[in-house]
T-cell receptor
Framework: GDSVTQMEGPVTLSEEAFLTINCTYTATGYPSLFWYVQYPGEGLQLLLKATKADDKGSNKGFEATYRKETTSFHLEKGSVQVSDSAVYFCALMGSNYKLTFGKGTLLTVNP | NAGVTQTPKFRVLKTGQSMTLLCAQDMNHEYMYWYRQDPGMGLRLIHYSVGEGTTAKGEVPDGYNVSRLKKQNFLLGLESAAPSQTSVYFC?????????????FGPGTRLTVT
């Protein structure tokens, strides 16, 4: 079945540091890939997505590229802010319209 | 446009009690989902629905039932609550078609079973 493996946290960075959160997946066919973010006490919000190989999703300074050859969708940001502190989830959606999530990575950014 | 709403936001139950969680969406979405979120486990799919009057089991359906009598509502029921069902429950919906597969999430319901 489908599965998503993402970097275990927690990740603690200083403001303006570079962020990478690794995500790899296993799926049949051609899934769509997503990064969701969950701020404390809130539900999940879509951060970015990519629907086919080599697509780059981007939003709020975050980027991720759909790499079919390495089955990866790593999240990056060049300069993190304190307000980026949250839990980040990598997910895939196959042809059955069901999302499969990774376990989440807690990011804390210190001033 | 309220998006996806969930009722209630918090609930405490005793073991063996029953309750129903309500999810409502005003986006005319076909698909709706119920997840539970537990520490270190990510989100796991409980049940989902691909349209009014239809439901299907997800990854962890045991101990839960669902109903989708109206397109905009998706109810999650616990007939006899157990401490293992202590969790945060999220509802989501999605519009199918094209490449728009984004799931929109509600704010969650925090359930504690004692």
């Amino acid at each position: 079945g489908d599965s998503v493996t993402q970097m275990e946290g927690p990740v603690t960075l200083s403001e303006e540091a570079f962020l990478t959160i690794n995500c790899t997946y296993t799926a049949t066919g051609y899934p769509s890939l997503f990064w969701y973010v969950q701020y404390p006490g809130e539900g999940l919000q879509l951060l970015l997505k990519a629907t086919k190989a080599d697509d780059k999703g981007s939003n709020k300074g975050f980027e991720a590229t759909y790499r079919k050859e390495t089955t990866s969708f790593h999240l990056e940001k060049g300069s993190v802010q304190v307000s980026d502190s949250a839990v980040y989830f990598c997910a895939l959606m196959g042809s059955n319209y069901k999302l499969t999530f990774g376990k989440g990575t807690l990011l804390t950014v210190n001033p | 446009n309220a998006g996806v709403t969930q009722t209630p936001k918090f609930r405490v139950l005793k073991t063996g009690q029953s309750m129903t969680l309500l999810c409502a969406q005003d986006m005319n979405h076909e698909y709706m989902y119920w997840y539970r979120q537990d520490p270190g486990m990510g989100l796991r799919l409980i049940h989902y629905s691909v349209g009014e009057g239809t439901t299907a089991k997800g990854e962890v359906p045991d101990g839960y039932n669902v109903s989708r009598l109206k397109k905009q509502n998706f109810l999650l029921g616990l007939e006899s609550a157990a401490p293992s069902q202590t969790s945060v429950y999220f509802c989501a919906s999605t519009l199918t078609g094209g490449d728009t597969y984004e799931q929109y999430f509600g704010p969650g319901t925090r359930l504690t079973v004692t």
